[in-house]
């Protein structure tokens, strides 16, 4: 068996120029791209492309986005090659995602205000407590202790599982963003402030308790202002595939990274 590995021949590298000739002329790559399901992101890229084109960088800006995008393709500055691109095209490619900034900033930072005002319901952020009853007759019995200031939450289901057939499940829940709960959970917690104590309701096979414990309202800072003007301009590319292909928009919410 060793023999056999120590004399077998590795395939011969393949170079860029081998594989051209399949992708000649227009019709072949277009068969290409829409085989290996790339298409799409094609033409995403292809509309992103023509939304800046008319986008400029400074100076300063340029020398900059060359520096960083030198140093994260491990590209020596002095002698540039880049995966077959041109010393032009990799300073286009360079700058792209700069102008790519200023083209949000000059497009979409005017809706902010509002479209922040819209999402806002589903960009706060829960910390809950959430017990599960199997009975709802006990979820009740131990919301009454609570609001009766007897007991916390915790303890009244710890004492009353003897009733429910077993210690309930309590688990905590968050922070995360209101639009990450399950629509049942979202529809009971809406309106809430910390320490309420909201049920019992019917979720799955449990009754559960929910106990809020903090409540972190949306701002429109950085952080937010950025995640949103990407929903923005994503939203904005499906509305332009969608003409361009038929097929219904699909609205883009992208998640906190925070989650």
Not at 34 to 62: F, M
Not at 199 to 220: M, S
């Amino acid at each position: 068996m060793r023999e056999v590995v120590e004399n077998a021949q590795a395939p011969q590298s393949v170079k860029l120029g081998d594989i051209l000739p399949s992708f000649s002329n227009f019709d072949t790559i277009l068969r290409s791209l829409k085989s290996y399901k790339l298409w799409p992101a094609v033409i995403r890229e292809a509309l992103l492309d023509r939304a800046i084109s008319g986008v400029e960088c400074t100076q300063e800006e340029s020398d900059v986005a060359w520096e960083v995008w030198c140093k994260r393709n491990e590209v020596d500055p002095t002698k540039p090659l880049f995966e077959g691109l041109s010393v032009e095209e990799m300073h286009l490619a360079s700058t792209r995602d700069k102008r790519l900034e200023k083209f949000k900033e000059e497009v979409f930072a005017k809706h902010l205000p509002e479209y922040f005002r819209s999402r806002k319901g589903e960009l706060d952020r829960i910390h809950l407590e959430v017990v599960q009853f199997h009975h709802e007759a006990v979820a009740e019995e131990a919301l009454f202790r609570c609001m009766e200031g007897e007991q916390s939450l915790e303890i009244a289901a710890h004492e009353l599982a003897h009733r429910d057939g077993g210690e309930p499940a309590i688990k905590k829940v968050g922070p995360i963003g209101l639009g990450r709960l399950a629509s049942g959970l979202a529809a009971l917690v809406i309106g809430s402030r910390p320490g309420d104590i909201l049920g019992p309701k019917k979720h799955g096979q449990f009754y559960i308790l929910v106990r809020i414990l903090e409540l972190q309202e949306a701002a429109l800072d950085t952080r937010t202002r950025n995640r949103l003007l990407d929903e923005l301009l994503n939203n904005w590319l499906e509305q332009q595939m969608s003409a361009m292909t038929g097929r219904p928009p699909r609205p883009v919410l992208l998640n906190d990274s925070k989650e």
